[in-house]
């Protein structure tokens, strides 16, 4: 059985590549505004706010009703928190927007 290393158990000495700096990014990002309120692996709608207006430039633009619909949306278990899965899936839908930007911009 191969047992991989763990991003975070990984020797500093070792250089992570872009994209393992970027995925980092996004744990961590999630875990810095998680438990503030509730439960440390679970963002509130605050926290939900709190992390777009800081982390995405886009955060500034939206209005509270936006914030309300994404959280509707993003909580698929009605649990009135988001979850790390759930936030992932928030992330995923950003990048694909992303890439269809640039794609669109490449015409």
């Given at each position: 059985?191969?047992v991989?290393?763990?991003?975070?158990?990984?020797?500093?000495?070792?250089?992570?590549?872009?994209?393992?700096?970027?995925?980092?990014?996004?744990?961590?990002?999630?875990?810095?505004?998680?438990?503030r309120?509730g439960?440390?692996?679970?963002?509130?709608?605050?926290?939900?706010?709190?992390?777009?207006?800081?982390?995405?430039?886009?955060?500034?633009?939206?209005?509270?009703?936006?914030?309300?619909?994404?959280?509707?949306?993003?909580?698929?278990?009605?649990?009135q928190?988001?979850?790390?899965?759930?936030?992932?899936?928030?992330?995923t839908?950003?990048?694909?927007?992303?890439?269809?930007?640039?794609?669109?911009?490449?015409?």
């Amino acid at each position: 059985m191969v047992v991989l290393p763990s991003p975070f158990t990984l020797q500093s000495s070792l250089m992570e590549t872009p994209l393992e700096k970027a995925l980092t990014t996004m744990v961590t990002t999630f875990h810095k505004y998680s438990g503030r309120e509730g439960s440390k692996l679970t963002l509130s709608r605050r926290e939900l706010k709190e992390l777009i207006r800081k982390e995405l430039c886009l955060g500034e633009k939206m209005k509270e009703t936006s914030i309300d619909d994404l959280m509707k949306s993003l909580d698929k278990n009605s649990d009135q928190e988001i979850d790390f899965k759930e936030y992932s899936v928030f992330l995923t839908t950003l990048c694909m927007a992303y890439n269809d930007f640039f794609l669109e911009d490449r015409k």
